[in-house]
């Protein structure tokens, strides 16, 4: 298998853009070595331009739940592009966006369409924090939103303490508005609330993470967000970036039965174009401009291409639903990747939701940061690139889930258990 394509590409690249890439999780910082350079892509597979073919378990890091290039969403695109590909004024394609949104995810009654997971997140904390005139955030170690300066930040030395900036142009001003506490600690957040409560504006979560790896919240620690945000008056903010339209149609919130304040969306909602959304109560979002005060713009919000893709991929989730096949294709590779290890005699844990998950190369339960941060990293990377000299792309960090789509076929699900095999026995 040549990469030496691949190698010229990314090495030219290198004098172009700050590390040759304009995301870091496609920079391969943790397993080392040189990304892959990507000419195309069809249904399950990515083709590198060295000709090489991958069984693709990101997804672009989410988005692709239906496979690349699904005939409806490619359809819509183009049709689109037919028409103009930006107005900045309103078109009916945003109404039915919206529509589709509002009738899928339970908390949404109005939304505001944006261009990136990370503007919803972003948006979505002014938000809150305009609705209650209150400055602090809470947010859970190991989870992420998007590049949001306020989120950008570690938790302080002890626990509930305010935190600290996670990246150097972070101000200390910045961060001491925010509040870092453990995922699925119940104890943790009522203390919390005890001591701030007054003082928060909003509570913001992954409510299945995925990005320190597939992570599972316990129903005890949803429902107790619920409740100590509904009597603070905090807003309850789920960010369903990575999980809305994924783990069920209607997101995490379905799936588990909690109904937050608002909801940020992104990732699946534009179907491979750059889309986020940030949606919730009337009541609440009815404080954006020019409704109410709290401002947030786009010149290409709701952009006609975008949203057409966005509206063909939901309409294709809702019309022909693949979660029931999502779930048996997920149940099968976690099957697979568990038993292939556990014979390998490799200490791991499976976890998964639907057609996320993460094979974790940690004995113990994985529930927050604390424990997903001593896996094993080295053998992860090993087996990362064990999986992709057998043709397997999976996300190159053990802190990531992967994704299964509804293009993925039972041979290919096989092909990649047994590459798994092969890989993890020699591994032991
Ligand atoms: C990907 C992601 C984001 C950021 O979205 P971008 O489109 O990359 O800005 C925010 N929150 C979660 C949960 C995500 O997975």
């Known amino acids: 298998m040549s990469r030496e394509k691949s190698h010229e ?53 989410g988005p692709m739940i239906l496979g690349h290039r699904h005939p409806k969403v490619d359809e819509a695109i183009r049709d689109a592009v037919g028409r103009g590909t930006s107005f900045g004024a309103p078109t009916e394609a945003e109404n039915k966006l919206a529509e589709l949104i509002i009738e899928a995810v339970p908390s949404v009654e109005k ?6 997971g990370t ?35 570690a938790a302080g030395s002890a626990a509930a303490t305010l ?108 179907g491979g174009m750059p889309i986020g959304a940030y949606g919730g109560k009337a009541e ?44 048996e294709l997920g149940a099968r590779l976690a099957a697979g990747l568990d038993s292939a290890a556990g014979d390998a005699g490799i200490p791991h844990t499976l976890t998964r939701v639907g057609s996320m998950m993460t094979l974790f190369f940690n004995p113990d339960p994985v529930t927050d940061w604390d424990v997903a941060a001593k896996c094993d990293k080295e053998r992860f990377a090993k087996y990362f690139w064990g999986l992709i000299d057998s043709g397997v792309y999976m996300p190159c960090s053990q802190y990531e889930a992967l994704f299964v789509s509804a293009a993925h076929s039972e041979e290919d699900i096989d092909a990649t258990i047994d590459a798994a095999r092969e890989v993890l026995g020699g591994l032991a």
């Not at 870091?24 to 990304?35: D, L, N, T, W």
């Not at 002014?126 to 300066?149: E, M, P, Q, S, W």
């Not at 709290?294 to 975008?306: C, D, E, I, K, R």
């Open 163 to 270: 935190a600290v900036p996670d990246s150097p142009g972070v101000t200390a001003g910045t961060s001491a508005d925010t509040l870092v506490l453990k995922y699925n600690d119940v104890g943790g957040v009522k203390a919390a609330f005890d001591e701030h409560g007054s003082r928060i504006a909003g509570v913001i979560l992954e409510p299945v993470v995925g990005n320190m790896g597939c992570v599972i919240p316990t129903q005890e620690f949803l429902q107790t967000l619920r409740a100590v945000t509904q009597q603070s008056g905090a807003v309850l903010i789920f960010d369903e970036v990575m999980t809305g339209f994924r783990v069920a149609f209607g997101g995490a919130q379905s799936l588990f039965g909690v109904t937050p304040d608002l909801t940020t969306l992104g990732k699946i909602v534009g």
């Open 9 to 61: 590409i990314f090495t030219r690249a290198q004098q172009l853009m700050p590390g040759g890439v304009n995301s870091p999780a496609r920079a391969f910082g943790a397993v080392g070595g040189e990304p892959l350079v990507f000419a195309n892509a069809q249904g399950a597979y990515l083709y590198d331009v060295d000709g090489n073919r991958y069984i693709d378990y990101i997804g672009s890091w």
């Open 111 to 116: 939304v505001r369409l944006v261009n990136s």
């Open 284 to 327: 609440i979002m009815d404080n954006i401009l020019p409704a109410g005060k709290v401002f947030q713009a786009g010149t290409l919000s709701g952009n006609p291409v975008a949203t057409a893709s966005g509206i063909a991929t939901l309409k294709a989730l809702r019309d022909d639903s693949p979660y029931e096949r999502l779930e």
């Open 119 to 153: 503007e919803a997140t972003m948006s979505a904390i002014r938000l809150a924090r305009g609705y209650t005139g209150r400055d602090i955030i809470v947010k859970f170690a190991g989870n992420y939103h998007g590049h949001v300066d306020s989120l950008l930040v």
